[in-house]
């Protein structure tokens, strides 16, 4: 399982992006993965909602405990790949993906909401591990200069798993739950509740379990595989001096406080569309989930749309300029009504798409030696999304609105706008990179 400095089974290379070619293709498979988990997750909002009868705040717990294991786990993983290699970092959190995946079906057993938590925060701390590892990965296995878009192309296959994740949840989940209502619940013996909440539970169970024996044969399949190692590993670890040197990084500690406000946003808009379709549309679940299908179609186009652009347009100004447009659509969510609220909910994932890598990447460069532990506040920052739903479920109670509760999100995209600002000065990749 040892990494070799060779880079074997030839390269790919395309249009100024090059990498080892069975290494990033492994790699990036993982890039599906996480995004099929991201949002399968995203989908039990909705789910435990109805089976367990609860307030946005209560189900915004999922995202707590999931996105909460990012905060928590980063700079650990961040150490451990520094200490080790990121091919130990991707077995490493591939495998608590694996075991957080079976935990579903002793949680089911409980049918404790609090199990089911616990399992997410474990598969949640893998993914942590995972990102930890891969994303300054793809970056470091090929030039700095294309190391943006390089990495755009490999998240350009997250959403395709985003989108496997919702369609996954909608037949074999969403379409299985109850119609029954909150207060038609309340009026049910113990007895009838409980068979209903069952058979609900043991719906969400499946498909997580089920991932979990794929995943389980990934893991072998990479730790059998050779894989080249980056040229900033070392296993020297110093991280009181690296965090100063980080601190020191303008451009990098914008990219956090960005990335921060950037997911926060994404899993506002992604936990609340169904909600939002439900109430403007008077759908179920199941049918509400077409919409966020839909949502994660667009984001996933404009994720290959946008890394073609970048040979041409700074990412810094694609990234400014989505951001608004994110802002500018998410207005419309909250002054809108009907198929115009529903049409501009959409829309805004087409302007998203772009922005985690480009972050990531703007933010990651000249770090240097630095890059591992770099990225685990880069991952950090995925806390947003365990902060922001929450903050979002608490306005969405308070008011009885889920449109001003997507004032949130709309705030955070201005932010995302000025990182994209700013960092026009400190970028190293600028449009049209040639010969790299």
Same mark, same amino acid.
């Given at each position: 399982?040892?990494?070799?400095?060779?880079?074997?089974?030839?390269?790919?290379?395309?249009?100024?992006?090059?990498?080892?070619?069975?290494?990033?293709?492994?790699?990036?498979?993982?890039?599906?993965?996480?995004?099929?988990?991201?949002?399968?997750?995203?989908?039990?909002?909705?789910?435990?909602?109805?089976?367990?009868?609860?307030?946005?705040?209560?189900?915004?717990?999922?995202?707590?405990?999931?996105?909460?294991?990012?905060?928590?786990?980063?700079?650990?993983?961040?150490?451990?790949?520094?200490?080790?290699?990121?091919?130990?970092?991707?077995?490493?959190?591939?495998?608590?993906?694996?075991?957080?995946?079976?935990?579903?079906?002793?949680?089911?057993?409980?049918?404790?909401?609090?199990?089911?938590?616990?399992?997410?925060?474990?598969?949640?701390?893998?993914?942590?591990?995972?990102?930890?590892?891969?994303?300054?990965?793809?970056?470091?296995?090929?030039?700095?200069?294309?190391?943006?878009?390089?990495?755009?192309?490999?998240?350009?296959?997250?959403?395709?798993?985003?989108?496997? +994740? =919702? !369609?996954?949840?909608? %037949? /074999?989940?969403?379409? @299985?739950?109850? $119609?029954?209502?909150?207060?038609? #619940?309340?009026? &049910?013996?113990?007895?009838?509740?409980?068979?209903?909440?069952?058979?609900?539970?043991?719906?969400?169970?499946?498909?997580?379990?089920?991932?979990?024996?794929?995943?389980?044969?990934?893991?072998?399949?990479?730790?059998?595989?050779?894989?080249?190692?980056?040229?900033?590993?070392?296993?020297?670890?110093?991280?009181?001096?690296?965090?100063?040197?980080?601190?020191?990084?303008?451009?990098?500690?914008? +990219? =956090? !406080?960005?990335?921060? %406000? /950037?997911?926060?946003? @994404?899993?506002? $808009?992604?936990?609340?569309?169904? #909600?939002?379709? &439900?109430?403007?549309?008077?759908?179920?679940?199941?049918?509400?989930?077409?919409?966020?299908?839909?949502?994660?179609?667009?984001?996933?186009?404009?994720?290959?749309?946008?890394?073609?652009?970048?040979?041409?347009?700074?990412?810094?100004?694609?990234?400014?300029?989505?951001?608004?447009?994110?802002?500018?659509?998410?207005?419309?969510?909250?002054?809108?009504?009907?198929?115009?609220?529903?049409?501009?909910? =959409?829309?805004?994932?087409? %302007?998203?798409?772009?922005?985690?890598?480009?972050?990531?990447?703007?933010?990651?460069?000249?770090?240097?030696?630095?890059?591992?532990?770099?990225?685990?506040?880069?991952?950090?920052?995925?806390?947003?999304?365990?902060?922001?739903?929450?903050?979002?479920?608490?306005?969405?109670?308070?008011?009885?609105?889920?449109?001003?509760?997507?004032?949130?999100?709309?705030?955070?995209?201005?932010?995302?706008?000025?990182?994209?600002?700013?960092?026009?000065?400190?970028?190293?990749?600028?449009?049209?990179?040639?010969?790299?």
């Amino acid at each position: 399982m040892s990494e070799n400095k060779s880079t074997r089974g030839g390269s790919a290379e395309s249009d100024g992006i090059r990498a080892p070619l069975l290494p990033f293709i492994l790699i990036t498979s993982l890039f599906f993965m996480w995004g099929l988990a991201n949002n399968l997750t995203d989908t039990l909002l909705a789910a435990f909602k109805r089976i367990m009868s609860m307030s946005d705040f209560q189900t915004s717990w999922i995202q707590i405990a999931f996105y909460g294991a990012y905060f928590c786990l980063a700079l650990p993983a961040a150490v451990f790949i520094k200490r080790f290699t990121y091919k130990s970092g991707v077995l490493l959190g591939l495998g608590m993906y694996v075991v957080g995946a079976m935990m579903f079906y002793p949680s089911s057993i409980t049918m404790q909401y609090g199990f089911f938590l616990g399992s997410l925060y474990v598969l949640a701390g893998g993914l942590a591990v995972l990102e930890t590892s891969c994303n300054p990965y793809i970056i470091a296995m090929g030039e700095e200069a294309s190391g943006t878009r390089r990495l755009n192309l490999a998240q350009s296959f997250n959403p395709i798993g985003s989108i496997s +994740g =919702v !369609v996954i949840s909608k %037949f /074999y989940i969403l379409s @299985q739950l109850n $119609v029954t209502g909150a207060e038609e #619940r309340a009026a &049910m013996s113990a007895s009838e509740l409980q068979a209903i909440q069952k058979a609900e539970l043991d719906a969400v169970m499946g498909p997580y379990v089920a991932l979990g024996f794929v995943l389980l044969t990934i893991w072998i399949t990479i730790a059998a595989v050779p894989m080249p190692r980056a040229s900033t590993e070392s296993a020297t670890v110093d991280l009181r001096a690296t965090i100063k040197r980080l601190l020191k990084k303008k451009n990098y500690v914008g +990219g =956090v !406080v960005a990335q921060f %406000f /950037y997911v926060g946003a @994404q899993i506002c $808009v992604w936990s609340f569309t169904i #909600r939002y379709v &439900m109430e403007e549309l008077d759908l179920t679940e199941s049918g509400a989930s077409n919409y966020y299908i839909a949502a994660l179609i667009v984001f996933t186009l404009f994720r290959f749309i946008n890394t073609y652009l970048m040979k041409y347009i700074r990412p810094t100004n694609l990234l400014m300029g989505s951001a608004l447009l994110g802002s500018l659509c998410t207005f419309v969510v909250i002054a809108g009504s009907g198929y115009v609220g529903v049409i501009a909910l =959409v829309a805004i994932s087409g %302007f998203m798409s772009l922005m985690f890598p480009t972050i990531f990447g703007l933010a990651s460069e000249g770090l240097g030696e630095d890059t591992k532990i770099g990225s685990s506040g880069l991952i950090m920052a995925i806390g947003g999304g365990a902060l922001l739903p929450a903050l979002q479920g608490v306005l969405s109670d308070a008011t009885g609105s889920i449109h001003i509760s997507f004032w949130i999100p709309l705030l955070c995209f201005l932010v995302v706008a000025f990182y994209g600002f700013i960092s026009r000065q400190y970028s190293l990749t600028p449009a049209k990179v040639q010969g790299k």
